[in-house]
Each structure stands twice: as structure tokens, then as C-alpha cells.
């Protein structure tokens, strides 16, 4: 096993204990899965109803996994980019917003125009910007935060 893998494997364990100490402090069951995708460690929360803990436009959910980076700094020393789902919230996300960004690209590549979305987060921007370079097109970001949007260029 590599050690960055072994890293990764780390961090998911560090981030489990966290979540596991936040659940039991909110009386909350869930069970916790863990995996390393694309360079960073996966936690992900399954269970009941855990929606609570999602938020209304996943903002708790966000938090959550911001406190569980800096818990996961702290203890293992480096930054971590450790990403946490829960209720597969994150994962129909990625989905959505890759079907997004394959439309734009094709509208782009169909029309020859550039075609710009509404303003995303960081999150939603990457899988966006994989989603249109998978379909063959570019994007670029341009904004600033909170309004940073992608704009779809019809060649790469």
C-alpha cells in the first residue's frame, strides 16, 4: 500500500472517530463509510433521517465537514481536503451538476458560443469543469466569490 494511500486511510479514520463523538453528542444514528477517491479521503453518513444534519442547501453539511477537516488537521498535522457526504447529498449533487456541465458543453460545441451558469460554489464548479472537459469543451471561472460562475468555451 502507498503512503499516501495510507495517509488518506488515516484521515477517514481521524474524521469516523470525530463523527462518530458529534452523532452520539446529537443522539443521531448513522453509520459511517469510509474510501479514498480521487486523492482525498471520502466519510460518508448514512442513515435514518439525517437531513438535519444536511441543511436546507447543505450548508450544515458544509460545515460539518469544514470542523471535520480542522479536527482531522489537528490530529494527523496537515491540511486535509478530506470530503464528507451525507445521506448521499454530495453524491446526487455530482450527478446533477455533471449533467449540467455536459449540457452546457453540448449547447456550446452545438452552437459555437460560449454559454455561462449561474454562480456556484467551489465545490460545484469542479465537477462542473470535469463534467465540460469530459465533453469536450473548456471552461473557465470568472467572478468573484460569493458570484464566480463558469463560462463554456465551444473548443479546449
Not at 462518530?20 to 453528542?25: F, N, P, S, T, Y
Not at 480542522?70 to 453524491?91: K, Q
Not at 463534467?131 to 469543451?137: C, F, L
Request: hydrophobic share 45%; no cysteine.
Amino acid at each position: 500500500m502507498s503512503d499516501r494511500l495510507s495517509e488518506l486511510e488515516r484521515e477517514g479514520d481521524i474524521a469516523a472517530d470525530y463523527l462518530e463523538g458529534l452523532l452520539d453528542i446529537a443522539d443521531l444514528d448513522g453509520d459511517i463509510e469510509m474510501a479514498v477517491e480521487n486523492d482525498r479521503a471520502l466519510v460518508s453518513i448514512v442513515g435514518a433521517d439525517l437531513n438535519m444534519l444536511v441543511g436546507a442547501k447543505g450548508e450544515v453539511l458544509d460545515a460539518l465537514q469544514e470542523l471535520t477537516r480542522l479536527a482531522v488537521t489537528r490530529e494527523a498535522g496537515e491540511r486535509s481536503r478530506l470530503m464528507l457526504d451525507i445521506s448521499g447529498h454530495r453524491s446526487k449533487a455530482k450527478e446533477r451538476l455533471s449533467a449540467i456541465g455536459k449540457e452546457a458543453a453540448e449547447k456550446a460545441l452545438a452552437t459555437g458560443e460560449p454559454v455561462e451558469l449561474k454562480a456556484m460554489t467551489a465545490f460545484e464548479r469542479k465537477v462542473v469543469h470535469d463534467a465540460v472537459a469530459a465533453a469536450g469543451a473548456s471552461s473557465v471561472s470568472k467572478g468573484e466569490e460569493p458570484n464566480r460562475r463558469i463560462v463554456v468555451q465551444p473548443t479546449q
